[in-house]
């Protein structure tokens, strides 16, 4: 048997960190998600169309722009990201089908 090396805990610790952002960068309450579900099986059109169904803030208790830096150091932006803006674009579920995300993630500070 083996020992791990030195720095097999600190890879270990910088994954279940980027893991832990990872499921924190998007999210979208049920009622969100079901009225989006309606919109897109009311609206008449041909064609497909591929939509982020998604919060417009994200659920990191660090701002946006600083996580991003952090587990992607170099990733250029496409657009500003202020405060706890989401990473993820719903712009095309708002023009197409008049989708917005109404709930807020109520931040315990």
Known sequence: MTRPSANAGKFL???R???LLWIS??????????????????KDWRGHEVFFINGDETK???????AIVRVCPGVPLRK??????????TSNAERIMG????????RKG
Request: glycine content about 4%; overall charge negative.
């Open 13 to 15: 610790s910088l994954t």
């Open 17 to 19: 960190q980027a893991n």
């Open 25 to 42: 960068w998007g999210w979208t309450d049920l009622q969100d998600a079901a009225r989006a579900c309606r919109l897109a099986i009311e």
């Open 60 to 66: 990191l208790s660090i701002p946006t722009l600083e």
């Open 80 to 89: 500003p990201l202020d405060g706890f803006a989401s990473v993820l674009d």
């Open 99 to 106: 989708w917005v995300h109404e709930t807020q993630w109520v």
